[in-house]
């Protein structure tokens, strides 16, 4: 009698077919909003344009950084909100002077969070929609690209997209500062 070979191609089937309906879920999963914020896969490749804002490298930043009026610089980075109160899971450094406005980046901001946006943005500019605002995170990081299309649709005019972020400053060697975020609300 025969002796039965034991078949190893199922499981790879199993497997190769699973891999490709998670892969159809993901790509049916759209990665913007109806109104055209990134809304998922933040940490993946950015654009090289931005309409509403210039992108910025660290050498322009720095001459940016040199000029009158200095421009506000916006950290976008999430922090875990949990219970009313933001989570330090692992320290957080920003660019000397930044403000962060944590979670505020996120593609759909709940309408608590977009007040936090817009009130701070209102109050360190003191309400001139001119002011000089540069928003950052880290490199390959969609949080700030969000920020920049959310500020230029509240009407600020002079907005800066700091692309490559905390990670090009700190290739740079430049320094950086212990983070806290901005109290919510």
Same mark, same amino acid.
């Given at each position: 009698m025969?002796? +039965?070979?034991?078949c190893?191609?199922r499981? $790879?089937?199993?497997?190769?077919?699973?891999?490709?309906?998670?892969?159809?879920a993901?790509a049916?999963?759209?990665?913007?909003s109806a109104? @055209? %914020?990134r809304?998922g896969? %933040?940490? $993946?490749?950015?654009p090289?344009?931005?309409q @509403? &804002?210039?992108?910025?490298? !660290?050498?322009?930043l720095?001459?940016l950084l040199s000029? !009158?009026?200095r421009?506000?610089?916006?950290?976008?980075?999430?922090?875990?909100?949990?219970? &009313?109160?933001?989570i330090e899971?692992?320290?957080?450094?920003?660019l *000397? /002077? $930044?403000? #962060?406005l944590a979670?505020t980046?996120d @593609?759909?901001l709940p *309408? +608590? #969070?977009q007040d %936090?946006?817009?009130?701070?943005?209102?109050?360190?500019t003191?309400?001139?929609l001119a002011? *000089?605002?540069?928003? %950052?995170c880290r490199?390959?990081?969609?949080?700030?690209?969000?920020?920049?299309k959310?500020? +230029?649709?509240? /009407?600020?005019?002079?907005l800066? #997209?700091?692309?490559?972020?905390?990670?090009a400053?700190?290739?740079?060697?430049l320094p950086?500062?212990p983070?806290?975020?901005e109290?919510?609300?």
């Amino acid at each position: 009698m025969p002796r +039965a070979r034991p078949c190893l191609l199922r499981p $790879s089937l199993a497997a190769l077919s699973l891999s490709l309906l998670l892969g159809v879920a993901q790509a049916d999963t759209p990665l913007f909003s109806a109104d @055209g %914020y990134r809304i998922g896969l %933040y940490r $993946s490749p950015t654009p090289n344009q931005l309409q @509403g &804002g210039a992108i910025i490298d !660290t050498p322009a930043l720095q001459t940016l950084l040199s000029q !009158t009026p200095r421009p506000l610089l916006i950290d976008v980075y999430r922090r875990q909100w949990l219970h &009313g109160r933001f989570i330090e899971d692992q320290p957080h450094e920003n660019l *000397p /002077g $930044s403000h #962060w406005l944590a979670n505020t980046g996120d @593609g759909d901001l709940p *309408p +608590a #969070w977009q007040d %936090y946006f817009a009130r701070n943005l209102n109050t360190l500019t003191a309400g001139d929609l001119a002011r *000089p605002l540069v928003f %950052y995170c880290r490199s390959d990081c969609w949080l700030s690209w969000n920020a920049v299309k959310r500020a +230029a649709a509240m /009407g600020y005019k002079t907005l800066y #997209w700091y692309r490559d972020g905390l990670d090009a400053w700190q290739a740079a060697n430049l320094p950086v500062t212990p983070a806290q975020p901005e109290p919510f609300p």
